[in-house]
Nanobody, 122 residues
Framework: QVQQVESGGGLVQAGGSLRLSCAAS????????MGWFRQAPGKEREFVAA????????NYRDSVKGRFTISRDNAKNTVYLQMNSLKAEDTAVYYC???????????????WGQGTQVTVSS
């Protein structure tokens, strides 16, 4: 019954920034982990970042470390992904989902949103 709605995507130039939001509805309790994933055309869905709700601990794939920041707002049931210094290879549809553990595998997550398109031009 949990639904996630991603927003904030768009078209930006390389080096630019975007902030993605993932707003949950139908949630009656906090998740253990919230994660961001992305999928580029012709490629597998890949882990981007995750946050452990209770501790605020975070995890990032190497290619986004130092550029992306995941955060959450408990009161709004919302998770964010601040993306700076964007590169063309960041172009993808970005998804959020609930994780049962702090993991990188998409099959450990559920309640996927519809995704928001991020396009970075070079």
């Amino acid at each position: 019954q949990v639904q996630q709605v991603e927003s904030g995507g768009g078209l930006v130039q390389a080096g630019g920034s975007l902030r993605l939001s993932c707003a949950a509805s139908g949630r009656t309790f906090s998740p253990y982990v919230m994660g961001w994933f992305r999928q580029a055309p012709g490629k597998e869905r890949e882990f981007v970042a995750a946050i452990r709700w209770s501790t605020d601990n975070t995890n990032y794939r190497d290619s986004v470390k130092g550029r992306f920041t995941i955060s959450r707002d408990n009161a709004k049931n919302t998770v964010y992904l601040q993306m700076n210094s964007l590169k063309a290879e960041d172009t993808a549809v970005y998804y959020c989902a609930d994780g049962r553990v702090m993991a990188w595998a998409p099959d450990q997550y559920a309640y996927w949103g519809q995704g928001t398109q991020v396009t970075v031009s070079s």
